[in-house]
């Protein structure tokens, strides 16, 4: 199993990003999908989660602005980001619950993480 997360860059504060994360391989399900982010210098600080059936939480600091969606048949989440601003800047990193065919028990993978940054 293998997560690749990418549509990180560089934006203006006010700015909208889209990132994405594709999950790879076989013989497995997907139970939650979650954003994660982490700014120089800081822990890693969750940010949205959605499970299989569609439902949402988020930190506080983003309601309102970021979105997260996922295609359960393409074994993708996305992040939908909107009035960014600088402190938003950090690489975000995406995380799923694996379930693995033949178990019953979850085992978290973690993408490589693609960077964000806000200019003010």
């Known amino acids: 199993v293998q997560l690749q997360a990418s549509g990180g860059g560089l934006v203006q504060g006010g700015g909208s990003l889209t990132l994405s994360c594709a999950v790879s391989?076989?013989?497995?399900?997907?139970?939650?999908m979650r954003w994660y982010r982490q700014a120089p210098g800081k822990q890693r600080e969750f940010v949205a989660t959605?499970?299989?059936?569609?439902?949402?939480n988020y930190r506080d600091s983003v309601k309102g602005r970021f979105t997260i969606s996922r295609d359960n048949a393409k074994n993708t989440v996305s992040l939908q980001m909107n009035n960014l601003k600088p402190e938003d800047t950090a690489v975000y990193y995406c995380?799923?619950?694996?379930?693995?065919?033949?178990?019953?028990?979850?085992?978290?993978?973690w993408g490589q993480g693609t960077l964000v940054t806000v200019s003010s």
């Open positions: 959605m499970t299989r059936a569609g439902s949402t």
């Open positions: 391989g076989s013989g497995f399900s997907i139970g939650d």
């Open positions: 995380n799923a619950e694996i379930i693995s065919r033949g178990t019953w028990y979850p085992t978290t993978y």
